[in-house]
Nanobody, 125 residues
Framework: QVQLVESGGGLVQAGGSLRLSCAAS????????MGWFRQAPGKDREFVAD????????YYADSVKGRFTISRDNAKNTVYLQMNSLKPEDTAVYYC??????????????????WGQGTQVTVSS
């Protein structure tokens, strides 16, 4: 059974940092793109960042570009999201996801087949 388990969420003041981790089990995703999405109360789930299978290519939503960094460690079957200069509008449940396809569909939520349960990030002003 495939599982994606996020960790690292919490409460932080504006301007602070958090690092999210997502550990995959049940299969390896070393040949697949992985990404992060978020959903704030009353809003649709939105794309945050994703990364190619090799880790050499990344793609970010404009709202987080320059503040967030996605990375992966294929030996550990884990993807990370380093979040700096956090803002209250970054408050949301953050979800890790993985694609099954061998091609990378950048930022396309429809192409993500596997999802974690989410971790809450709250940024206070």
């Amino acid at each position: 059974q495939v599982q994606l388990v996020e960790s690292g969420g919490g409460l932080v003041q504006a301007g602070g940092s958090l690092r999210l981790s997502c550990a995959a089990s049940g299969r390896t995703f070393s040949s697949n793109a992985m990404g992060w999405f978020r959903q704030a109360p009353g809003k649709d789930r939105e794309f945050v960042a994703d990364i190619s299978w090799s880790g050499r290519n990344t793609y970010y939503a404009d709202s987080v570009k320059g503040r967030f960094t996605i990375s992966r460690d294929n030996a550990k079957n884990t993807v990370y999201l380093q979040m700096n200069s956090l803002k209250p509008e970054d408050t949301a449940v953050y979800y890790c996801a993985a694609q099954s396809a061998s091609s990378w569909y950048r930022g396309d939520v429809r192409k993500y087949d596997h999802w974690g349960q989410g971790t809450q990030v709250t940024v206070s002003s």
